[in-house]
């Protein structure tokens, strides 16, 4: 048990440096850098639902945390954009507003309303009840860094 804490301690510090290092970054060099399709190491990934797209902008085995998988991935959700409640079973999700509005809701908290520099946070296995583009008019652009388990599902969709 004292292992396993340890363990839970070590992922999320590991993942508090790299959210205050992307945020870091970004109040460097600027969040357009990121937008650019330069900046993407990987291809774009087709997200389960029209009107999103996500780029994989970096992706890594971390071998001394028990073979965790890091990704830093952009996310854009055109205007009213939605996904179904959801789960991600192995991964701590950090989220990060680049632009616009993001409306996110995690278990049963309150409905959060996030604009650029603000962050949510999903524990594994936490409801993802709400996310979606809080805007009708503007897209939304943010970042999402998940530390995941891989040999635990990525998402699994609640059932209604």
């Not at 028990?66 to 996904?83: A, F, K, W, Y």
Request: a positive charge.
């Amino acid at each position: 048990m004292m292992n396993k804490a340890i363990i839970s301690h070590a992922v999320f510090g590991c993942m508090t440096a790299a959210v205050a290092s992307c945020a870091t970054y970004i109040a460097l060099v600027g969040w357009p850098q990121l937008l650019s399709p330069r900046s993407a190491q990987a291809q774009t990934t087709p997200a389960a639902s029209t009107g999103v797209k996500q780029i994989d902008i970096f992706k890594t085995t971390m071998s001394d945390v028990l073979g965790r998988v890091v990704t830093i991935r952009r996310t854009e959700r055109d205007p009213g954009n939605g996904s179904d409640p959801h789960r991600h079973p192995g991964s701590h999700t950090f989220g990060y507003v680049l632009e616009g509005t993001y409306e996110v809701k995690v278990d049963d908290g309150p409905l959060q309303k996030l604009g650029p520099g603000e962050v949510f946070y999903e524990a594994p296995n936490a409801l993802h009840a709400v996310s979606r583009n809080g805007s009708t008019t503007q897209p939304v652009k943010y970042l999402v860094i998940q530390v995941s388990d891989p040999t635990k599902p990525a998402t699994v969709l609640e059932k209604k």
